[in-house]
């Protein structure tokens, strides 16, 4: 008997295996990809937050996004059916969230917690306590306490408030005027947020630019922001209502992402994602994909809600090593583990640099990429901020795993599609963080 190009292996915990074996075949086609993660956030954050009606189009339907909704409904905001084509949330107005009755839980999403920290801090006279699964309760969350507590914010949580579970007591905030250490779009947005109910400018300046969905989705709910592009400069003026508004969410790009090299390393390619979120600050990977060599172009560009949307068109190409670091990492930092996958098929060494941040992502993605695909025959080395990848790799598949990070699972899918022999991948059933549909979507187009 054949075995079967993609097995799905469900144990009594919902724990997923799943064990790819190659078929060869290019992909070829028109795909579509579910929406992307950080707009779907802010969407109902902005729609909880927004008097009047939010309408929302394409929400990801993935684990981190419900775990938003489920927060926001359990502080009084009504949000509909999220299965449905459009849902709907019906805002409190800024300021208005209600003290929930039991522990809000933001599963993996560190975007849900930190953003909302923001939110909880500005609450006055209303108690909350936060919680998040085993990877969310390890990652750093004095990254926004510290800056919270400086405005005024009461948090206390694990190891000397570092660490989640976290208490807050709501109070009135004062401005602030943050010089983030970090280029992080959640420490930024969870500031901001803290803004809208601060009198006076709330003012945060980045080491170089991070993704601009909130200052975007802000400034359409009606928020008086400027931007100060070259001083990498947001100015919150607050006090400040927001109205609800209709959101489009355009695809992921870091959900593209895994296609785009798919379709880059396994011969015959030629395939179109469709409908993809191409906002500037989320464009590293098609830059990094570029200067490889990869056959990528943006067709059908135009505007939608706010946000700049195109369909990618990508057909296999022999790659090159390259050298990448600097301000071009906070523009693709989803997507060094598959950006690593493509690195395998180059000719020459690629080096990702200045990416320390991937250590405390939903896990540590220097050690987890370089591991897991080294189990595969794959030579790479960790660098204390970034990874080494040889090219010209021979992979043959064995067993590897996840960590539970949504990311490594996909990338190792895509590994699999160049390995000799099945490649299993345990705790693959992350992969619905982000994108719940993946494994069927790699059985239509790649098995
Ligand atoms: C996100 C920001 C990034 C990114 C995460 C989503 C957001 O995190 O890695 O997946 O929606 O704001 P940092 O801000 O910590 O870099």
């Known amino acids: 008997m054949v075995a079967p190009a993609l097995l799905i292996k469900t144990d009594a915990s919902a724990r997923q295996a799943w064990t790819i074996t190659a078929s060869g075949r290019g992909l070829q086609g028109r795909l579509q990809i579910p929406g992307d993660k950080s707009i779907s956030h802010r969407s109902l954050m902005l729609g909880a937050l927004a008097s009047g009606e939010t309408r929302i189009k394409g929400l990801l339907l993935g684990e981190d996004p419900r775990r938003t909704a489920a927060c926001f409904r359990a502080m009084g905001a ?3 059916d999220l299965e449905a084509e459009w849902v709907t949330v019906k805002g409190l107005g800024v300021g208005q969230l209600q003290e929930p009755v039991d522990v809000l839980d933001a599963g993996n999403s560190g975007t849900t917690l930190r953003l909302m920290l923001g939110l909880l801090a500005s609450h006055p006279e209303r108690f909350f306590t936060v919680t998040g699964d085993a990877s969310l309760r390890s990652r750093p969350m004095a990254r926004v306490i510290k800056p919270l507590t400086a405005m005024g914010a009461q948090i206390w949580g694990r190891n000397n408030n570092r660490l989640a579970p976290l208490a807050i007591q709501g109070q009135i905030l004062s401005p ?34 991070s993704r601009d969905h909130s200052e975007r989705m802000l400034r359409a709910f009606g928020a008086h922001l400027t931007v100060d592009h070259g001083a990498r400069r947001v100015t919150l003026h607050g006090p400040s209502q927001l109205q609800g508004q209709t959101v489009i969410v355009p695809g992921d790009i870091s959900s593209a992402a895994y296609w785009m090299v798919a379709a880059a390393i396994v011969p015959d390619s030629d395939l179109v994602i469709e409908n993809v979120g191409v906002n500037p600050t989320r464009t590293g990977i098609l830059d990094a994909l570029q200067q490889m060599n990869a056959d990528i172009t943006l067709e059908n560009s135009r505007e939608v809600t706010g946000e700049p949307v195109a369909d990618i068109r990508v057909r296999t190409s022999q790659l090159q090593a390259c050298t990448i670091g600097g301000n071009l990492i906070p523009r693709l930092i989803d997507e060094v583990p598959i950006l690593a996958v493509a690195a395998l098929f180059a000719e020459g060494t690629t080096r990702i640099e200045d990416a320390a941040e991937l250590r405390v992502k939903e896990s540590d993605r220097i050690a987890v990429t370089a591991s897991q695909l080294n189990h595969l025959g794959a030579s790479v080395s960790e660098l204390p901020d970034g990874l080494e990848i040889q090219g010209g790799a021979t992979l043959t598949g064995t067993d590897v795993d996840s960590f539970t990070d949504h990311r490594i699972a996909m990338s190792l899918a895509i590994a699999a599609l160049r390995a000799s022999g099945a490649t299993t991948i345990h705790q693959a059933e992350a992969a619905a963080v982000s994108y719940p549909p993946f494994a069927q979507t790699l059985e239509q187009f790649a098995l």
Do not use: F, M, N
């Not at 005027?177 to 601060?198: D, E, R």
């Open 176 to 209: 602030i005027h943050y010089h983030s250490p970090i280029a992080s779009a959640q420490v930024k947005s969870c500031i901001l947020l803290a803004g809208l109910s601060i009198d006076g400018d709330t003012i945060v300046t980045e080491p170089s630019i």
């Open 78 to 80: 009504e949000i509909s």
